[in-house]
Nanobody
Framework: QVQLAESGGGSVQAGGSLTLSCVAS????????MAWFRQNPQKGREGVVS????????RYADSVKGRFYVSQGSAKNTVYLHINNLKPDDRAMYYC??????????????????WGQGTQVTVSS
């Protein structure tokens, strides 16, 4: 059974940085898409970044390009989301999700079979 566990959220001032981690357990291969979504009451759940864990394909939402950066751990079952220059609009619950179909260029939530519990990011101005 695949399980995802996020960590690294917290409360920071605008302009600060955070690194979120997502560790996937129970994986049997690297042919997956791991993605970060975020959810707040105003915008609902939206895709932020997705990456193909078996290669270098990455997609960023326009709203985070240049500020968010995704990387993988050497074991390929960990994905990090590095967030720089945080803005109040970045305040949200951040979720890690996994698509065994490796559709890294799609954020259709129905494709993601597994979701973590989320980690909260709060930004104060």
């Amino acid at each position: 059974q695949v399980q995802l566990a996020e960590s690294g959220g917290g409360s920071v001032q605008a302009g600060g940085s955070l690194t979120l981690s997502c560790v996937a357990s129970g994986l049997t291969d690297n042919d997956n898409c791991m993605a970060w979504f975020r959810q707040n009451p105003q915008k609902g759940r939206e895709g932020v970044v997705s990456t193909y864990t078996g290669g270098n394909s990455i997609r960023y939402a326009d709203s985070v390009k240049g500020r968010f950066y995704v990387s993988q751990g050497s074991a390929k079952n960990t994905v990090y989301l590095h967030i720089n220059n945080l803005k109040p609009d970045d305040r949200a619950m951040y979720y890690c999700a996994l698509d065994r179909g490796a559709r890294w260029n799609s954020w259709y939530k129905g494709d993601f079979e597994y979701w973590g519990q989320g980690t909260q990011v709060t930004v104060s101005s």
